[in-house]
């Protein structure tokens, strides 16, 4: 995994797409952040609604990460009228568990309702991929979720992942009869037009 003392000195404030900014982390974007987090529709694939303290730690995490590794989960703006403003994150994360497939990277999302819908989360997901990629140096990024969860399945297939149900797992952090714990990976290499940097 590339990264290091240096990485955040280089790290874009922000990523741009047609209609999407990808930027650093604003206090302001606690509160929204948290009622996100707090929604039972969007959290039904994750292992449950976070506290609003859970929340706000996430996002220290986030910034965290973004020092250490000059990558990280970045907040997004819609900028279409019936959208606008903070819709939630997008971005590279490194995964924090052990599994066959660790050390890895991960791209994923996470968006507020009215936002769903859009194609929003592949749209920031191509731009934090190919900064990944061609910035960062990552020679491979994975995708993982509830292998029920057939919305961010079809995210991942556009954006020409790969599944393999060998690498299918059970998560180890949710307990033997969650409903949640088996999950699958995608998985996207490097394009070869990028040399990419030795893990």
Same mark, same amino acid.
């Given at each position: 995994m590339s990264g290091g003392p240096g990485a955040a000195a280089s790290t874009p404030?922000?990523?741009r797409t047609q209609r999407l900014v990808l930027r650093r982390w604003r206090d302001e974007d606690r509160?929204?952040?948290?009622?996100?987090?707090?929604? #039972?529709?969007?959290?039904?694939?994750?292992?449950? +609604?976070?506290?609003? $303290?859970?929340?706000?730690a996430l996002v220290d995490r986030i910034e965290a990460c973004f020092a250490e590794h000059g990558?990280?989960?970045?907040?997004v703006d819609a900028l279409d009228a019936a959208t606008a403003g903070f819709v939630g994150f997008?971005?590279?994360w #490194?995964?924090?568990?052990?599994?066959?497939?660790? +050390?890895?990277?991960? $791209?994923g999302w996470r968006l507020a309702t009215r936002a769903w819908g859009h194609g929003y989360a592949p749209e920031a997901a191509r731009a934090a991929l190919a900064d990944g990629f061609a910035r960062v140096g990552l020679a491979e990024v994975v995708s993982l979720t509830w292998e029920g969860?057939?919305?961010?399945?079809?995210?991942?297939?556009?954006?020409?992942?790969?599944?393999?149900?060998?690498?299918?797992?059970?998560?180890?952090n949710l307990p033997a009869d969650h409903r949640l714990r088996r999950h699958v990976l995608y998985r996207l290499p490097a394009?070869?037009?990028?040399?990419?940097?030795?893990?």
């Open positions: 404030s922000e990523l509160e929204p952040f948290a009622a996100l987090n707090a929604d #039972p529709e969007v959290t039904a694939t994750l292992a449950g +609604p976070l506290t609003r $303290v859970e929340s706000d990558f990280g989960l970045w907040a997008v971005g590279l #490194p995964v924090s568990f052990t599994a066959p497939f660790t +050390p890895a990277v991960e $791209v969860n057939a919305a961010s399945r079809r995210v991942m297939e556009k954006l020409g992942m790969t599944h393999d149900p060998a690498d299918d797992f059970l998560h180890p394009p070869a037009s990028v040399n990419p940097r030795p893990p």
